[in-house]
């Protein structure tokens, strides 16, 4: 157990449909990340988060979106949802900025239909 | 472009043998290089990681890499395979020293004979 925790595990959802991803770092940990794994284009970094603030953005889609609260939780808003966008999103955190070693959580499955 | 290979799609291999896995990598200065195991259904987990110094690094379960700057590559190995490596292995580069905003390889599947 990686102390990152992901809800909800598994998800099905129609195309055109908005999803709420949620991601708890590591007690302590103030960098959250969101990956995406695709079949097709494996594992990508979508976009850090540092105290609240992004700090990192990798391959990530205008429809998608995400935020870090004050309690330093994270969510992964995807939008207008296309069947491309059926994969695992993974979430990890680390205690600083790009120093430390990231943990990732056991993901969240989205299914597209 | 910085970019991760890792040559081998899936890779079978009998328990108590030994094991290499390629990883190579484009990186215009030293990289940070990394090497995570995905378990069926699991998240990723850090086996080893590489940012400078002695070349090869030794990590948790056996495993060990060797970083050749000349190659640009970074291979994992373990000297004796157990049914329970059985898993998915990425190769990552974390551009800018950063340990966190990874680029990853494809993976390799790694599957255990009995």
């Known amino acids: 157990d990686s102390g990152v925790t992901q809800t909800p595990k598994h998800l099905i959802t129609a195309t055109g449909q908005r999803v709420t991803l949620r991601c708890s770092p590591r007690s302590g940990d103030l960098s959250v990340y969101w990956y995406q794994q695709s079949l097709d284009q494996g594992l990508q970094f979508l976009i850090q988060y540092y105290n609240g603030e992004e700090r990192a953005k990798g391959n990530i889609l205008e429809r998608f979106s995400a935020q870090q609260f004050p309690d330093l939780h994270s969510e992964l808003n995807l939008s207008s949802l296309e069947l491309g966008d059926s994969a695992l999103y993974f979430c990890?955190?680390?205690?600083?900025?790009?120093?430390?070693?990231?943990?990732f959580g056991e993901g969240s499955w989205l299914t597209v239909v | 472009a910085q970019s991760v290979t890792q040559p081998d799609i899936h890779i079978t291999v009998s328990e108590g043998a030994s094991l290499e896995l390629r990883c190579n990598y484009s990186?215009?200065?030293?990289?940070?290089l990394f090497w995570y195991v995905q378990s069926p259904g699991q998240g990723l987990q850090l086996l080893l990681k590489y940012f400078s110094g002695d070349t090869l690094v030794q990590g948790i379960k056996g495993f060990e890499a060797e970083f050749k700057r000349s190659q640009s590559s970074f291979n994992l190995r373990k000297p004796s395979v157990h049914w329970s490596d059985a898993a998915e292995y990425f190769c990552a580069v974390g551009p800018g020293g950063s340990q966190g905003n990874l680029i990853f390889g494809k993976g390799t599947k790694l599957s255990v004979k009995p």
């Open positions: 990890a955190s680390s205690a600083g900025l790009s120093g430390n070693t990231i943990y």
């Open positions: 990186y215009g200065a030293t990289p940070y």
